[in-house]
C-alpha cells in the first residue's frame, strides 16, 4: 500500500466527546461534522448512488464521482461505502478529482488492514469456541466480506457477530475472559452480549474513515430475533439462522454461516430493521451476495419467497430489496418484490416510496411516521408512545442520555411528522 496510514488525523477521546455533546445540543445527535455541511454531505451521497449504480449494472462508471472532497469522505463514510469506492478507483472502474481519489485510497487501506486484524481475532476465538464446546455461527460482515466482496478490505464492519446456543453461554463467556475480552453491555432483543477485546481503543480514532485503529469487540447472540421498534411485531430471525450452508465459514470449516436464501433473507431484514442501520453498503452487499449466490448455483428465489413466507420475514426484507433493486436495476425479480410487499403496512410503503438508497440512512431525520409506520394497532401506537417517553427497557445507563436527546430534538425543531429526504 502506498499511502502512510499514519497520516489520517486521530481524533481523540475528548475530542469525540466535545462532537457528541455539540451534536445533541443541536438536536441531531448523529451528526458529528460541523466542518462540513448536510447538503454537501446529501449531495455526495446522491453522487455515490449514482456511480455505484453504474458500477452495479455496467461495470464501470463513466460520471465522475462528484462533491468537495470533505463531503465525500463523511457521505462515504456514513454509508460504508468509502472502502469500496476506493478499490473501484485504484481497479480503474471509477474516476473521481485527485484530492477525493487519495481520501478513498486512505478509506480502503486503512480498513483492509483492520479488516485482517479483525478477522485473525475472529478466527482465533472461533477456533476456541469451537475446541472448548461451542458450536458457532459467523454472522453479518464477517461471513459476507469473504463471500461476495472483491477482497476482505472492501467491506467495513465494527464487529465480529457470532451466534452461539443459550446453553453453551457460560462456556463461551468463560473463553472469552481468557481471550482478553470484557463484557461491556448486554441487550435483550436481540439477545446479545458485547464483549471488548483489551487491545480495542473505546471510542472512534476518526470520523472520516474507518480508522485501523477504531474500536472493535465480539457480539455474542444467543439469538438473532428482533423487531423495528418496541410496539412491533417480533421479526423470527432465529428461524433463518438455523438454516446452515453444508460448506461452513472459510476460515474455519467447522464453524457454520447461514444458507444462501436464509442470509439473503437475513441480511434484508436486519438492513431494514430501522432506517438508521440502512447504510448504502447494505444495499450493495445483498446485490453481491445475491449474483455470487446465483452464480454458485445454491440459491433460488422460489426457495428464498418459500422460507420467507413460512418465517414471516418476507415483508420484513422488503425495505432492504426494494433499495437494493433501485440500486441494481433487475438484481430482484419482480414477483419476488409484489410478493415481499404485499404485507407490509401501508404507511411503511409510504415511507419507502418516499426514500432513495441515498436518503433511506437518515443520520439527519427523525421522523414520527418513519418510527412507527410497523407498528399495526393503536394499542400498539400507544405503547409504543409510552415507551419513548420514558424508555425503560433500556439499559439504565442509556435512559438519561436517550431523554436528553430526545428533548433537545424537541427543543431544536428537528423532529418532524413526515419521512422524506433530508
Same mark, same amino acid.
Given at each position: 500500500?502506498?499511502?502512510?496510514?499514519?497520516?489520517?488525523?486521530?481524533?481523540?477521546?475528548?475530542?469525540?466527546?466535545?462532537?457528541?455533546?455539540?451534536?445533541?445540543?443541536?438536536?441531531?445527535?448523529?451528526?458529528?461534522?460541523?466542518?462540513?455541511?448536510?447538503?454537501?454531505? $446529501?449531495?455526495?451521497?446522491?453522487?455515490?448512488?449514482?456511480?455505484?449504480?453504474? &458500477?452495479?449494472? !455496467?461495470?464501470?462508471?463513466?460520471?465522475?464521482?462528484?462533491?468537495?472532497?470533505?463531503?465525500?469522505?463523511?457521505?462515504?463514510?456514513? !454509508?460504508?461505502? %468509502?472502502?469500496?469506492?476506493?478499490?473501484?478507483?485504484?481497479?480503474?472502474?471509477?474516476?473521481?478529482?485527485?484530492?477525493?481519489?487519495?481520501?478513498?485510497? #486512505?478509506?480502503?487501506? /486503512?480498513?483492509?488492514?483492520?479488516?485482517?486484524?479483525?478477522?485473525?481475532?475472529?478466527?482465533?476465538?472461533?477456533?476456541?469456541?469451537?475446541?472448548?464446546?461451542?458450536?458457532?455461527?459467523?454472522?453479518?460482515?464477517?461471513?459476507?466480506?469473504?463471500?461476495?466482496?472483491?477482497?476482505?478490505?472492501?467491506?467495513?464492519?465494527?464487529?465480529?457477530?457470532?451466534? &452461539?446456543?443459550?446453553? +453453551?453461554?457460560?462456556?463461551?463467556?468463560?473463553?472469552?475472559?481468557?481471550?482478553?475480552?470484557?463484557?461491556?453491555?448486554?441487550?435483550?432483543?436481540? +439477545?446479545?452480549?458485547?464483549?471488548?477485546?483489551?487491545?480495542?481503543?473505546?471510542?472512534? #480514532?476518526?470520523?472520516?474513515?474507518?480508522? !485501523?485503529?477504531?474500536?472493535?469487540?465480539?457480539?455474542?447472540?444467543?439469538?438473532?430475533? +428482533?423487531?423495528?421498534? #418496541?410496539?412491533?411485531?417480533?421479526?423470527?430471525?432465529?428461524?433463518?439462522?438455523?438454516?446452515?450452508?453444508?460448506?461452513?465459514? &472459510?476460515?474455519?470449516?467447522?464453524?457454520?454461516?447461514?444458507?444462501?436464501?436464509?442470509?439473503?433473507?437475513?441480511?434484508?431484514?436486519?438492513?431494514?430493521?430501522?432506517?438508521?442501520?440502512?447504510?448504502?453498503?447494505?444495499?450493495?452487499?445483498?446485490?453481491?451476495?445475491?449474483?455470487?449466490?446465483?452464480?454458485?448455483?445454491?440459491?433460488?428465489?422460489?426457495?428464498?419467497?418459500?422460507?420467507?413466507?413460512?418465517?414471516?420475514?418476507?415483508?420484513?426484507?422488503?425495505?432492504?430489496?426494494?433499495?437494493?433493486?433501485?440500486?441494481?436495476? %433487475?438484481? &430482484?425479480?419482480? /414477483?419476488?418484490?409484489?410478493?415481499?410487499?404485499?404485507?407490509?403496512?401501508?404507511?411503511?410503503?409510504?415511507?419507502?416510496?418516499?426514500?432513495?438508497?441515498?436518503?433511506? /440512512?437518515?443520520?439527519?431525520?427523525?421522523?414520527?411516521?418513519?418510527?412507527?409506520?410497523?407498528? +399495526?394497532?393503536?394499542?400498539?401506537?400507544?405503547? $409504543?408512545?409510552?415507551?419513548?417517553?420514558?424508555?425503560?427497557?433500556?439499559?439504565?445507563?442509556?435512559?438519561?442520555?436517550?431523554?436528553?436527546?430526545?428533548?433537545?430534538?424537541?427543543?431544536?425543531?428537528?423532529?418532524?411528522?413526515?419521512?422524506?429526504?433530508?
Amino acid at each position: 500500500m502506498s499511502q502512510d496510514l499514519s497520516a489520517a488525523p486521530r481524533l481523540s477521546e475528548g475530542e469525540f466527546g466535545e462532537r457528541v455533546a455539540w451534536a445533541v445540543r443541536r438536536g441531531v445527535p448523529q451528526w458529528l461534522w460541523p466542518e462540513v455541511t448536510t447538503e454537501a454531505w $446529501q449531495e455526495a451521497l446522491d453522487s455515490i448512488e449514482r456511480v455505484s449504480r453504474a &458500477i452495479l449494472t !455496467s461495470g464501470t462508471a463513466i460520471e465522475l464521482l462528484r462533491g468537495e472532497p470533505a463531503a465525500v469522505g463523511v457521505a462515504a463514510y456514513t !454509508s460504508g461505502m %468509502g472502502p469500496l469506492l476506493g478499490f473501484w478507483l485504484s481497479e480503474g472502474l471509477l474516476k473521481a478529482p485527485k484530492g477525493t481519489a487519495e481520501l478513498l485510497e #486512505q478509506h480502503y487501506q /486503512h480498513n483492509a488492514r483492520r479488516m485482517e486484524r479483525l478477522a485473525d481475532h475472529a478466527a482465533r476465538v472461533v477456533t476456541r469456541l469451537i475446541e472448548g464446546g461451542v458450536p458457532v455461527t459467523v454472522m453479518k460482515g464477517m461471513h459476507t466480506a469473504f463471500a461476495c466482496f472483491p477482497t476482505l478490505g472492501t467491506r467495513p464492519t465494527s464487529d465480529i457477530d457470532l451466534l &452461539i446456543d443459550p446453553s +453453551r453461554g457460560a462456556a463461551a463467556r468463560q473463553i472469552l475472559s481468557e481471550l482478553g475480552y470484557s463484557l461491556e453491555y448486554e441487550a435483550t432483543l436481540p +439477545r446479545e452480549q458485547f464483549w471488548r477485546h483489551g487491545s480495542s481503543a473505546v471510542t472512534p #480514532q476518526s470520523l472520516t474513515l474507518v480508522h !485501523s485503529d477504531d474500536p472493535w469487540g465480539i457480539d455474542l447472540h444467543t439469538s438473532t430475533n +428482533r423487531r423495528y421498534a #418496541q410496539a412491533s411485531a417480533i421479526i423470527r430471525l432465529d428461524e433463518l439462522a438455523c438454516r446452515l450452508a453444508p460448506e461452513g465459514w &472459510i476460515l474455519n470449516r467447522r464453524a457454520r454461516v447461514m444458507a444462501p436464501a436464509a442470509t439473503v433473507l437475513f441480511l434484508a431484514c436486519h438492513a431494514g430493521c430501522g432506517f438508521g442501520e440502512l447504510r448504502m453498503l447494505r444495499l450493495v452487499e445483498l446485490v453481491l451476495f445475491i449474483r455470487q449466490a446465483e452464480q454458485s448455483g445454491a440459491f433460488s428465489w422460489d426457495e428464498l419467497v418459500a422460507m420467507g413466507e413460512l418465517t414471516a420475514t418476507l415483508p420484513h426484507a422488503y425495505a432492504a430489496l426494494h433499495f437494493a433493486a433501485s440500486l441494481a436495476p %433487475g438484481a &430482484i425479480p419482480e /414477483h419476488v418484490l409484489r410478493q415481499s410487499r404485499r404485507d407490509v403496512p401501508a404507511a411503511a410503503l409510504r415511507v419507502i416510496a418516499g426514500l432513495t438508497p441515498a436518503t433511506v /440512512h437518515g443520520i439527519t431525520r427523525c421522523s414520527v411516521k418513519e418510527r412507527y409506520m410497523w407498528t +399495526r394497532s393503536l394499542s400498539g401506537k400507544i405503547r $409504543q408512545l409510552a415507551h419513548d417517553l420514558v424508555p425503560l427497557e433500556m439499559p439504565r445507563s442509556q435512559v438519561l442520555p436517550s431523554l436528553k436527546r430526545r428533548l433537545w430534538r424537541v427543543v431544536r425543531g428537528t423532529l418532524s411528522v413526515e419521512a422524506s429526504r433530508s
